[in-house]
């Protein structure tokens, strides 16, 4: 009696060639939403990471537009745009007539909101060393010179 091969027996397929958990796109989601975990247990204020980098600019450069803000914190226009609306509201940022230009105008942090910003940045720092944890002192070090590279 001859035999016949199964039908049943498996053939293994061969590996894709697009893996979702070996893309950068993937594994950067995954860091962002473990830092965001972090950020929002750990920053001790009623802040989206967004809000936050409009405090800690305006921290380091003072006044400026609404559109320079957006491209110094990587925010488009419609997002730095409720991002200051929202502070603005809250009583952390302010607006004023640019006097080198009267079209124009300034945000700035009120005193609440360098308040905030300086109650905050222990807690942001901390944030920080919390994402890099897992590297030691020279992983950390290539890990942001890689991604500066990337932007």
Not at 91 to 112: I, K, W, Y
């Amino acid at each position: 009696m001859a035999r016949s091969i199964s039908p049943k027996r498996s053939i293994r397929p061969s590996r894709p060639a697009y893996i979702l958990e070996e893309q950068i796109g993937f594994i950067l989601r995954q860091v962002w939403q473990r830092h965001a975990t972090i950020f929002a247990r750990e920053i001790g204020i009623n802040l989206t990471p967004t809000q936050w980098a409009a405090l800690a600019k305006l921290t380091e450069t003072g006044p400026c537009s609404q559109n320079q803000l957006g491209r110094l914190t990587a925010m488009d226009v419609a997002t730095i745009k409720g991002v200051i609306d929202r502070l603005t509201a809250r009583g952390l940022t302010e607006t004023s007539a640019d006097p080198a230009d009267g079209r124009r105008l300034l945000v700035s942090l009120t005193r609440a909101g360098q308040q905030m910003a300086e109650k905050a940045a222990p807690n942001a720092l901390a944030i920080t060393k919390e994402t890099l944890a897992p590297l030691d002192a020279k992983e950390r070090e290539t890990l942001l010179v890689l991604l500066s590279k990337l932007r």
